[in-house]
């Protein structure tokens, strides 16, 4: 009975030892596994705050890239409408060239035509025949008229740009190669025009006026003649206005004209203005003579200097 007192004793005491070290693996497993989760909390949120900062470094990127795409596409749209409004007067101005070149080809042909008819007579002069004119001729006529036509476009678009001094010196070229006939007139017109807007009225009423004296039947005598009416009406001279009015009316060439109604208009309006003023009104003051200016043939050292650059 006693040894299996002890035998009892001995498996009890085995028991309870077990028990406490199972109790103490249990501990140490539990704190191991506190360590793993920390650690592991500790990496997730290091791995969160990471991810976090790299998102906003994207954000702010895409953020940077829209508004780049937005500038982008504005100037692209400003791009466009340049391009469009450029298409549009390469457009027009191919229009105006290809008309320029319908009437060039025109007028070559009549030339043409003409010279063929003169090839075909003898014109006789004195009682001695003349000689016929060769095709050479006239081929350097054609060409002499299509550069002329050339440059008298790039001079009135230089004049549109502005650039009146340069486009001044276009048209002078064109009326000394020139001299006479349509080019010759319109030359001396728009070289009036530049002088104009270049603030050099005085030198531009010598051009008007030597293309009235020189071109009493043309295109542009009318225009001419109203614009040197308008002229001294701005400085106030009144006979010269006046009588540049009488010469569009007793003109044949402008009876036809716009010039002409308003040169009646203008004229009776000032009659009546110098009627209701008294005979005081009527009376010559100190200021220019009213009599004609001297005519002035439109040569080319004739001419006013090239105007200053408008500002």
């Known amino acids: 009975m006693k040894k299996i007192a002890i035998g009892i004793v001995s498996i009890a005491f085995a028991l309870v030892g077990c028990s406490k070290i199972t109790m103490l693996r ?35 990127e895409m953020d940077s890239l829209k508004a780049q795409l937005e500038a982008s596409a504005l100037v692209q749209k400003r791009m466009m409408a340049e391009v469009t409004m450029l298409s549009r ?15 060039i080809i025109y007028r070559l042909d009549m030339l043409l035509g003409k010279s063929d008819k003169i090839l075909a007579k003898k014109v006789v002069v004195s009682g001695a025949p003349t000689a016929p004119i060769s095709m050479d001729s006239l081929e350097r006529e054609a060409e002499k008229l299509v550069e002329a036509e050339a440059m008298f476009n790039t001079a009135r678009s230089d004049y549109h740009r502005g650039e009146y001094k340069l486009a001044y010196a276009g048209f002078k070229q064109v009326y000394e190669q020139m001299k006479t006939g349509e080019l010759g007139e319109n030359s001396l017109y728009w070289m009036a025009l530049c002088l104009i807007d270049a603030n050099q009225v005085e030198k531009a009423k010598k051009v008007f006026t030597s293309l009235a004296d ?19 009406s701005t400085e106030g001279n009144v006979d010269m206005q006046k009588q540049y009015l009488q010469k569009i009316l007793n003109s044949k060439t402008c009876s036809t004209s716009g010039e002409f109604e308003q040169a009646a208009e203008i004229l009776q309006e000032i009659l ?40």
Do not use: H, W
Not at 29 to 34: E, F, I, L, P, T
Not at 36 to 54: C, F, N
Not at 89 to 103: A, L, P, V, W
Not at 214 to 232: N, R
């Open 26 to 60: 249990t501990e140490e497993m539990k704190a191991v596994g506190s360590d793993v989760q920390t650690g592991m909390q500790q990496g997730l949120d290091s791995a969160v705050l990471k991810l976090s900062a790299e998102n906003d470094s994207l954000r702010a």
């Open 272 to 311: 009546e203005q110098e009627t209701q003023a008294g005979p005081k009104a009527a009376e010559p003051s100190n200021g220019p003579e009213a009599s004609a200016p001297a005519a002035e043939t439109p040569a080319a050292d004739a001419q006013p200097a090239a105007p200053a650059p408008a500002p």
């Open 89 to 103: 007067r390469m457009g027009d101005e191919s229009e105006r060239n290809d008309s320029r070149q319908e009437e």
């Open 214 to 232: 020189a071109f009493p039947e043309g295109q542009k005598v009318c225009t001419t003649m109203f614009k040197l009416a308008a002229i001294y």
